[in-house]
């Protein structure tokens, strides 16, 4: 997938977002957005994949007073 066809993906999958949250969560919305989350995780290389899990697992920093 080239970076116009992913860029094409990722703004589907907004506006499928978008429809879901304006039929609130509606069954439709959500099974299309499921779709889309779908084909946009199978467009990211799994080492990306792996990174962004890592990061997301990462204990917050706090602020110091």
């Known amino acids: ?3 116009d066809e992913r860029q094409i993906l990722m ?4 506006l499928l ?3 879901h949250l304006n039929s ?4 439709r919305t959500a099974k299309d957005l499921a779709r889309g989350m779908r084909m946009l995780r ?3 290389s ?3 994949m792996e990174m962004c899990k890592e ?3 990462q204990v917050p920093v706090t602020e110091r007073s």
């Open 55 to 57: 990061f997301k697992c």
């Open 11 to 14: 703004a589907s999958v907004v």
């Open 24 to 27: 609130n969560g509606h069954i």
């Open 1 to 3: 997938m080239d970076l």
């Open 42 to 44: 199978e467009s990211v």
């Open 17 to 19: 977002y978008e429809d």
């Open 46 to 48: 799994p080492e990306i």
